[in-house]
C-alpha cells in the first residue's frame, strides 16, 4: 500500500463493504479505548460453525478467519470514523473450534493477517497467537481478538 491509499480505499478495491458492527451478546462492548490502544472483543462468524478438522477444512478456516476480520474492522471503523487512525496492528488472538488432533490452526489464522497486511500494508503486520478451542459460543468455526495503536 503507497501512501496515497487508505484502508477504506484498499477495502474497497477486494470488494469489501464494512457493514454495521454486530450486537453484543452479552454484558460488554466491541471494543473499549485506552490512551492510544484499542482492545477489541472477540468477533466470530454467522456464516461458518463447526470443528476445523471435522465439519470444516483449512480453506474453510481460511475464509471464516477472513470474515472474522472483516467484523473486526467493522468495528474498528465505527470507533474511529476513519481506519487511516490505526497507526499499527498490534496483535491478534486467534481462537479456532478445532478437533483435538488438528494442528493447522496458523494456517487458518492466516486469511486475517493476510487481509490486515492487505488493507493496511506494512502497519498491518502484527504479532499474533493462534490456537484451538474445544468449543467456541454458537458452534463458531473462529473468533478473533485484536489490540490495535491508534494515532489521531
Do not use: W
Not at 35 to 44: A, D, E, V
Not at 87 to 99: D, E, F, H, Q, Y
Request: aromatic share 4%; charged share 20%; hydrophobic share 35%.
Amino acid at each position: 500500500m503507497n501512501e496515497t491509499q487508505t484502508p477504506e480505499s484498499q477495502l474497497e478495491k477486494l470488494g469489501i463493504t464494512l457493514g454495521t458492527p454486530r450486537s453484543a451478546v452479552g454484558n460488554y462492548v466491541g471494543c473499549v479505548r485506552t490512551g492510544n490502544l484499542i482492545f477489541t472483543s472477540g468477533q466470530g462468524v454467522d456464516q461458518y460453525h463447526g470443528q476445523l478438522g471435522a465439519d470444516l477444512t483449512v480453506e474453510d478456516g481460511y475464509a471464516a478467519s477472513r470474515q472474522s476480520m472483516i467484523n473486526l474492522l467493522s468495528v474498528l471503523k465505527h470507533e474511529l470514523g476513519d481506519l487511516s487512525k490505526v497507526k499499527r496492528i498490534v496483535k491478534i488472538l486467534g481462537m479456532v473450534n478445532s478437533t483435538p488432533d488438528f494442528t493447522q490452526q496458523p494456517k487458518v489464522m492466516n486469511g486475517a493477517s493476510d487481509l490486515l497486511v492487505e488493507v493496511f500494508g506494512e502497519k498491518g503486520k502484527h504479532a499474533r497467537s493462534a490456537v484451538g478451542m474445544a468449543q467456541l459460543p454458537n458452534n463458531t468455526a473462529i473468533e478473533i481478538e485484536m489490540i490495535v495503536e491508534i494515532e489521531e
